[in-house]
T-cell receptor, first 117, second 114 residues
Framework: AQTVTQSQPEMSVQEAETVTLSCTYD???????LFWYKQPPSRQMILVIR??????QNATENRFSVNFQKAAKSFSLKISDSQLGDTAMYFC??????????????FGKGTKLSVIP | DADVTQTPRNRITKTGKRIMLECSQT?????MYWYRQDPGLGLRLIYY???????NKGEISDGYSVSRQAQAKFSLSLESAIPNQTALYFC?????????????FGPGTRLTVT
C-alpha cells in the first residue's frame, strides 16, 4: 500500500515571503501522479498543482512550484510571495497509475499553513 | 452553478438512525468517489465507482454502503449511524482513463452523530 507523509502539522509564514511544505511518499510503483490540494476555511478541496512521475521537469503554477525528487520519493510545495488567501490546510496526495487501486487518491494528513500579515 | 453538489451540507442525526448523503455531478464524468475527512487524518476513501455497474470498496468501507443510481448520482448510506462516523464527507469525480485523472471535489457534508 502507498503511504504519504507530511511531517509538518503546522507552519506559518509572513505575507510576501516564501514557504516550503514537505511531503514524502512510499511506493514501489514507477508510474504515478502526485498532487497538492488546498483546503481553505470554506472546506472546499482545491487542486493546487500536479506532477506526473515520468516527467523530470518540476511543475509550476504561478506562485506555486514543486520540487519532485523521484529517487528520494519527495514532493515538496513551494509558495512564493505568500498571500493572506493562501492560509489553508494543504494536502499532499498520491495516485497510482495502473493496476489494482489505480486512479485512487491516497492523502497525507495535511499541513496547516497560516500567512501572517 | 457548481459542477459537483452534495446534499445536505450539514446534518445532525442520532445514533442508530439511517442516513443518506447524496452527490450529483454535471461534469459528465464516469468515475465517482466518497471520502471521509477526520481532523489530523486527512481524507480516506470509503467507496468508489468507475461506472453505473461498478462499485468498489475503499480503505474504510465498514458501516457504509453506496448506490450509483445514474452516471451523475452517487449516494452514500449509513445504515445505523454511530458517533465515530461524525466527520466531513466529500464526494469527488474524475473523467477516467481516456480523459485524465484529476479529481474534482464537492463542497462536503458535515455529519454529526449524537
Amino acid at each position: 500500500a502507498q503511504t504519504v507523509t507530511q511531517s509538518q502539522p503546522e507552519m506559518s509564514v509572513q505575507e510576501a515571503e516564501t514557504v516550503t511544505l514537505s511531503c514524502t511518499y512510499d511506493t514501489s510503483e514507477n508510474n504515478y501522479y502526485l498532487f497538492w490540494y488546498k483546503q481553505p476555511p470554506s472546506r472546499q478541496m482545491i487542486l493546487v498543482i500536479r506532477q506526473e512521475a515520468y516527467k523530470q521537469q518540476n511543475a509550476t503554477e504561478n506562485r506555486f512550484s514543486v520540487n519532485f525528487q523521484k529517487a528520494a520519493k519527495s514532493f515538496s510545495l513551494k509558495i512564493s510571495d505568500s498571500q493572506l488567501g493562501d492560509t489553508a490546510m494543504y494536502f499532499c496526495a498520491f495516485m497510482r497509475y495502473s493496476g489494482a487501486g489505480s486512479y485512487q487518491l491516497t492523502f497525507g494528513k495535511g499541513t496547516k499553513l497560516s500567512v501572517i500579515p | 452553478d457548481a459542477d459537483v453538489t452534495q446534499t445536505p451540507r450539514n446534518r445532525i442525526t442520532k445514533t442508530g438512525k439511517r442516513i443518506m448523503l447524496e452527490c450529483s455531478q454535471t461534469k459528465g464524468h464516469d468515475r465517482m468517489y466518497w471520502y471521509r475527512q477526520d481532523p489530523g487524518l486527512g481524507l480516506r476513501l470509503i467507496y468508489y465507482s468507475f461506472d453505473v455497474k461498478d462499485i468498489n470498496k475503499g480503505e474504510i468501507s465498514d458501516g457504509y454502503s453506496v448506490s450509483r443510481q445514474a452516471q451523475a448520482k452517487f449516494s452514500l448510506s449509513l445504515e445505523s449511524a454511530i458517533p465515530n462516523q461524525t466527520a466531513l464527507y466529500f464526494c469527488a469525480t474524475s473523467e477516467g482513463v481516456r480523459g485524465g485523472y484529476e479529481q474534482y471535489f464537492g463542497p462536503g457534508t458535515r455529519l454529526t452523530v449524537t
